[in-house]
Each structure stands twice: as C-alpha cells, then as structure tokens.
C-alpha cells in the first residue's frame, strides 16, 4: 500500500513567492496532519483536519500560512509570501482513529528552502 | 510544563549494549504512547505502540509503560550501528481526540 505522498520533496524559493506543498494521505484515513521541523524548534504541529475539516489551526505561525482539505485524498499548505524563516522540512501525517490507537505515519517530507 | 519531556542527550552507546531512553508526559488522561524513529534527514517511522502498564517487545525494542509515574521508556537491546537515529515520544491526550503530542527527541549514537 502506498504511504503518504508529499510534492514536491524539495522546494527552493525567493523571498516574497508564494509556495504550495502537497499531500495525499493513506486512502481511509480520516486525520491529516501538517507539521514542520527544524533544529531550533523540533516538530511542530501546524494544522490538522479530521474528516477534511480544520479542527485545531492553532500551530499556524502566521496568517501566511493557510491550508485546505478539499477532499479526502489531497491537502495543500500554502505560503503566501514567504520568508526565509519560513525554511524547515514540511511533514504531511495521516492517521486513522480507532478506540485506543492514534498511530500516526508520515510522510518524505518537503525540504523548503526561502531565500 | 510541556506535554511530553525527553532526555534531549545525545545519549551514546557501544555496539552490543542496552539503550534506554526515557519519556515523560504530563496529562493523567493519556492512552496511546508511541516511539517513532527518525534518521538525519529522513521522516518520522513508527517503531513501537503501548497502549497497557507494563511491557511491550518487539524483536530487540521493548517499551516501557508506568502510567502511575507517567512514564514511557524504550529500551533497545544489542545495540546496533544501524539504529543510531534521533527517538521521538508521542502522547495522545486524553480531551483531545486524533492529536499526538511528541517531545524533542533524544539523539542516540551507537558507536562499533
């Protein structure tokens, strides 16, 4: 069975552009998670939907940053303009509740870099 | 008080030893605990889940759960050059459903 799917793997981009990443989640699963990376902060949650809709946006750094599920295969995370603080490795996550189990799987990555 | 605190170590092993690594979490509620294993520049990969007191073994990994001390470890026999990575600790909390909280991760190095 395919995994979750990220595009592109790695993104290079100038100071105010506006990036797109994708993900496509494990077919069934019924959360989706948007996380970032770095050195300095760690992982940090972002955004995540259940049932292809936003519950917790909290995590989303600034209003540049905005994320849609318009169904339940794909997930965009867009930003609009970017910064160079904005470089770090964008993880996609998706999981599937049961009674007990909120096993997790990650995506590749996107590796963005903002210069 | 964060959600789930690791030794950030680096924590460093000789080929054939036992590392532990250890995890605490701060809501009561929490029932899911999970170890995900990330390589330099690789992605998070889910390597053991506990859901009871007590513990779990699979293969060499064995997880370690004291939900009185709330407490989660990981203990990784006959150490391997292979399984230097960073271990990540994973949570759920018990009002919020779906969510996983991790901690910084311990960087582990297994050395022949």
């Known amino acids: 069975d395919a995994g979750v799917i990220q595009s592109p793997r790695h993104e290079v981009t100038e100071m105010g552009q506006e990036v797109t990443l994708r993900c496509k989640p494990i077919?069934?699963?019924?959360?989706l998670f948007w996380y970032r990376q770095t050195m300095m902060r760690g992982l940090e949650l972002l955004i995540y939907?259940?049932?292809?809709?936003?519950?917790?946006d909290s995590g989303m750094p600034e209003d540049r940053f905005s994320a849609k599920m318009p169904n339940a295969s794909f997930s965009t995370l867009k930003i609009q303009p970017s910064e160079p603080r904005d470089s770090a490795v964008y993880f996609c996550?998706?999981?599937?509740?049961?009674?007990?189990?909120?096993?997790?799987?990650f995506g590749p990555g996107t590796r963005l870099t903002v210069t | 008080q964060k959600e789930v605190e690791q030794n950030s170590g680096p924590l460093s092993v000789p080929e054939g030893a036992i590392a532990s690594l250890n995890c605490t979490y701060s809501?009561?509620?929490?029932?899911?605990f999970f170890w995900y294993r990330q390589y330099s520049g690789k992605s998070p990969e889910l390597i053991m889940s506990?859901?009871?007191?007590g513990d779990k073994e699979d293969g060499r990994f064995t997880a370690q759960l004291n939900k009185a001390s709330q407490y989660v470890s990981l203990l990784i026999r006959d150490s391997q050059p292979s399984d230097s990575a960073t271990y990540l600790c994973?949570?759920?909390?018990?009002?919020?459903?779906?969510?996983?909280?991790f901690g910084r991760g311990t960087q582990l190095t297994v050395w022949p």
């Open positions: 996550a998706s999981s599937l509740l049961s009674l007990i189990s909120y096993e997790q799987y």
């Open positions: 077919s069934g699963h019924d959360y």
């Open positions: 939907f259940n049932n292809n809709v936003p519950i917790d």
């Open positions: 809501d009561r509620g929490s029932q899911s």
């Open positions: 506990i859901y009871s007191n």
């Open positions: 994973a949570v759920n909390r018990g009002s919020t459903l779906g969510r996983l909280y």
